[in-house]
T-cell receptor, first 114, second 114 residues
Framework: NAGVTQTPKFQVLKTGQSMTLQCAQDMNHNSMYWYRQDPGMGLRLIYYSASEGTTDKGEVPNGYNVSRLNKREFSLRLESAAPSQTSVYFC?????????????FGEGSWLTVV | AQTVTQSQPEMSVQEAETVTLSCTYDTSESNYYLFWYKQPPSRQMILVIRQEAYKQQNATENRFSVNFQKAAKSFSLKISDSQLGDTAMYFCAFMIPYGQNFVFGPGTRLSVLP
């Protein structure tokens, strides 16, 4: 049971480069999220998608774009990476399943921008 | 807007003893969900326990239990018989049904000492 899968797990970018973080869930969840976690800090919401075809900004959306490709997949794009975007990125999903509104996380993607 | 506060940035406990982590939240909603997540050094986010606000009974999961005080907007986590594997960051989280947006506290770093 894969749950939430995100790729890549590690990435080093040069300032100004672009990249896309991919995320897929196999739990038939409606909602998907992208969070970032900076060293020693909690999670901050970048974007979320309450359902297929909709996306909304979270707390820290600047410098990012997202695409809800279908119900399973939710990607995060950095168009022009900056050192301030060095962080660990978590994709997550939730839905009205039998266990209610629990949020499930991927294993994280370590991104370093030099 | 909902907020979650964890007033203890760091705590330590001796192995086999009991420790309580504090969490308070602010909301005008009457129905919501509360969660505790554990993040070990691997950075994986692991659900520890969840509580529905409409349930008066405190949730328990093996050595983990909560003290949910709705009027006081307090949701503390008690870990009994602490084990070395409990060493982790612990995040309190809040979620409104159908709002599909989780709000996380800043976390408490727990160290279990041998």
């Amino acid at each position: 049971n894969a749950g939430v899968t995100q790729t890549p797990k590690f990435q080093v970018l040069k300032t100004g480069q672009s990249m896309t973080l991919q995320c897929a869930q196999d739990m038939n969840h409606n909602s998907m999220y992208w969070y970032r976690q900076d060293p020693g800090m909690g999670l901050r919401l970048i974007y979320y998608s309450a359902s297929e075809g909709t996306t909304d900004k979270g707390e820290v959306p600047n410098g990012y774009n997202v695409s809800r490709l279908n119900k399973r997949e939710f990607s995060l794009r950095l168009e022009s990476a900056a050192p301030s975007q060095t962080s660990v990125y978590f994709c997550a999903s939730s839905g009205l399943t039998g266990v209610g509104n629990t949020i499930y996380f991927g294993e994280g993607s370590w991104l370093t921008v030099v | 807007a909902q907020t979650v506060t964890q007033s203890q940035p760091e705590m330590s406990v001796q192995e086999a003893e009991t420790v309580t982590l504090s969490c308070t939240y602010d909301t005008s909603e009457s129905n919501y969900y509360l969660f505790w997540y554990k993040q070990p050094p691997s950075r994986q986010m692991i659900l520890v326990i969840r509580q529905e606000a409409y349930k008066q009974q405190n949730a328990t999961e093996n050595r983990f239990s909560v003290n949910f005080q709705k009027a006081a907007k307090s949701f503390s986590l008690k870990i009994s018989d602490s084990q070395l594997g409990d060493t982790a960051m612990y995040f309190c989280a809040f979620m409104i049904p159908y709002g599909q947006n989780f709000v996380f506290g800043p976390g408490t770093r727990l160290s279990v000492l041998p």
